[in-house]
């Protein structure tokens, strides 16, 4: 399985629903990450998993909120969302790399979840 | 803050036409990578370089690592429809703790049937 599986693909919310983005892999990687991209620009780093600790928060707001209860999923919690919130949310997952020992190969993205807040 | 410029910012381009389009940054980088992404879906890498003046082929695709380790250029030959996409560099610094992959604007490339 080389695969990076989101659900679902497509999300509509208000701003005052609580909603869940899921992720899963099976390729072994033990880091993995939520993008988001706005239309037309580059997936922007949102938050950065290793063995399963949070590693990395891009200064993203506390409305946002990931959990990673196993070495194959990756969850992101999402609650009280704003319009400008609306994107398509990539995740992505890859080796971990140390300072002696680095990845070399890129991320595997999956295909993402468009979402929209109304 | 680390920013990467790629150039052109969109090109269209009959088909069967070769393609080149590059990325740079005012910083070193020791790993450069490339991804197209489709619409609606994630991007994918194409090739990862990993050594300065390293050239790689991945089929049709062509690119390499600057000798200066602050610039990569993708060539794509005889293009066809399906190359139709966005194109994006990504740089990485290898040698921290953690893995952040920062990614180019994108080039937008369409092919004339």
């Known amino acids: 399985d080389t695969e990076v599986t989101q659900t679902p693909k497509h999300l509509v919310m208000g701003m005052t629903n609580k909603k869940s983005l899921k992720c899963e892999q099976h390729?072994?990687?033990?880091?993995m990450y939520w993008y988001k991209q706005k239309a037309k620009k580059p997936p922007e780093l949102m938050f950065v998993?290793?063995?399963?600790?949070?590693?990395i928060n891009e200064s993203v707001p506390s409305r946002f909120s990931p959990e990673c209860p196993n070495s194959s999923l990756l969850n992101l919690h999402l609650h009280a969302l704003q319009p400008e919130d609306s994107a398509l949310y990539l995740c992505?997952?890859?080796?971990?790399?140390?300072?002696?020992?680095?990845?070399?190969?890129?991320?595997?993205f999956g295909s993402g979840t468009r979402l929209t807040v109304v | 803050g680390q920013q990467l410029n790629q150039s052109p910012q969109s090109m269209f381009i009959q088909e069967g036409e070769d393609v080149s389009m590059n990325c740079t940054s005012s910083?070193?980088?020791?790993?450069w990578l490339w991804y197209k992404q489709d619409p609606g879906e994630g991007p994918v890498l194409l090739i990862a370089?990993?050594?300065?003046?390293e050239l790689t082929s991945n089929g049709r695709l062509t690119a390499q690592f600057g000798i200066t380790r602050k610039d990569s250029f993708l060539n794509i030959s005889a293009s066809i429809p399906s190359d139709v996409g966005i194109y994006f560099c990504?740089?990485?610094?290898?040698?921290?703790?953690?893995?952040?992959?920062?990614f180019g604007p994108g080039t937008s490339l369409s092919v004339i049937p």
């Open positions: 390729m072994g990687h033990r880091a």
């Open positions: 990504a740089g990485r610094k290898d040698k921290t703790s953690y893995d952040k992959v920062i």
């Open positions: 998993y290793s063995y399963e600790k949070l590693s």
């Open positions: 992505a997952s890859s080796l971990v790399p140390t300072p002696l020992f680095f990845s070399r190969d890129g991320y595997t």
């Open positions: 370089l990993y050594k300065a003046g």
């Open positions: 910083s070193i980088f020791n790993t």
